[in-house]
């Protein structure tokens, strides 16, 4: 019905082997197929779920994401993909090698073909999922101005790098107290937003908030979840386990994230010490420096500020990358605290998604 000018050819009742649940794809014997350099010959059509074809035809991974990326774009509209490939037949009745010729973007209720118009217009079947809570959320970006501001503070007190003596690796002490001042402001700010978090961690009902969620390797299921999340990141595997929340190694990365931090705290409150040694309270907080010495932990201390630089980078990347690849609203979710999901989704850590 979508293209009528095509002849629609003659398949005998047995030349056809239907889908099944196991092989979600369908093979047709076409016999005496004409093809537009005149030549006749047999052909098997395969035809089904994307990727199954993309599983069983072997395609170079440039086309196979293309037509990934062009298939990606009708199922976000409402439509299914139907793949199709093709192999020749030979005179000795072999088949040959199939090759994929792409993909048919279907109506979801009739089966026919559809336009670029009619996908763009198509019925979603997408569900939003609220998951981060307006308390994370302010947690999140005050970590990230903190950060950024201890960072750049802290960056000045090790290496002024502006200021009327700043080309001779030095600071007026006007300027340097006001950068100390910020830097010293904004750690009992972030001790604050890290106690919060801990607070909340055992009080809070919300299950993405809770310390539970903090080792999410509970069972043997998220162990091998843990191992194809990796291989997806890697690129070993196409596909990766959903998840509403943080997959298994996003969470145990922001564990380790957190600690990190928690030990970049001590530290820093250890160095603020040494200039308070007369009261009892911050002569004790200062041990750890009659222990290890003054200059490995300020090496310590800037070492962990680029340690956590070094994860901003990385994280940023994977959230657009994720974004782009998975199109679940990633990125926004810590704006409005809401991800997308295609509807019959079964996430690994929430019911499905209806």
């Not at 047709?28 to 005149?38: A, I, N, P, Q, W």
Request: net charge positive.
């Amino acid at each position: 019905g979508g293209y009528p000018s095509l002849a629609a050819p003659t398949v005998e009742p047995g030349d056809t082997e239907p889908a099944t649940p196991a092989r979600r794809y369908s093979v047709t014997m076409v016999r005496g197929y004409v093809f537009d350099d005149g030549t006749t010959s047999d052909v098997v059509v395969m035809r089904g779920d994307l990727a199954a074809v993309l599983g069983a035809v072997k395609t170079r991974h440039e086309a196979s994401s293309i037509v990934r990326r062009k298939a990606q774009i009708a199922i976000l509209r409402g439509w299914r993909a139907l793949a199709v490939a093709t192999a020749r037949v030979g005179d000795d009745d072999e088949v040959g090698p199939f090759t994929l010729q792409g993909f048919v973007a279907l109506r979801p209720d009739t089966g026919t073909p559809v336009v670029d118009a009619d996908i763009a217009s198509g019925p979603a079947v997408w569900a939003r999922v609220t998951v981060w809570s307006p308390s994370l959320r302010i947690q999140h970006w005050s970590n990230v101005a903190i950060v950024f501001i201890l960072s750049l503070t802290g960056f000045y007190i090790m290496d002024p790098f502006f200021g009327p003596d700043w080309r001779q690796g030095e600071a007026s002490g006007y300027l340097m107290g006001i950068m100390r001042f910020i830097h010293f402001t904004a750690a009992f700010v972030w001790l604050v937003v890290g106690l919060t978090r801990i607070w909340s961690a055992f009080t809070s009902s919300d299950r993405y908030l809770r310390w539970s969620s903090l080792w999410p390797l509970k069972t043997r299921e998220d162990l091998r979840n843990l191992g194809r999340t990796i291989q997806h990141y890697t690129f070993l595997k196409t596909e990766a386990p959903v998840y509403l929340g943080h997959n298994p190694l996003q969470q145990l990365t922001y564990t380790a994230v957190y600690l990190l931090c928690g030990v970049q705290l001590v530290i820093g409150f250890v160095l603020y010490s040494l200039y308070h040694v007369t009261n009892p309270f911050w002569a004790l907080v200062s041990t750890p420096s009659h222990w290890l010495g003054i200059g490995p932990l300020r090496l310590v201390h800037a070492s962990i500020m680029f340690l956590l630089w070094a994860f901003v980078i990385v994280h940023v990347y994977l959230v657009f990358r994720a974004d782009s690849v998975e199109r679940h609203g990633g990125l926004s979710a810590m704006v409005n605290g809401g991800v997308w999901v295609k509807r019959g989704t079964n996430p690994a850590d929430a019911p499905v998604v209806e």
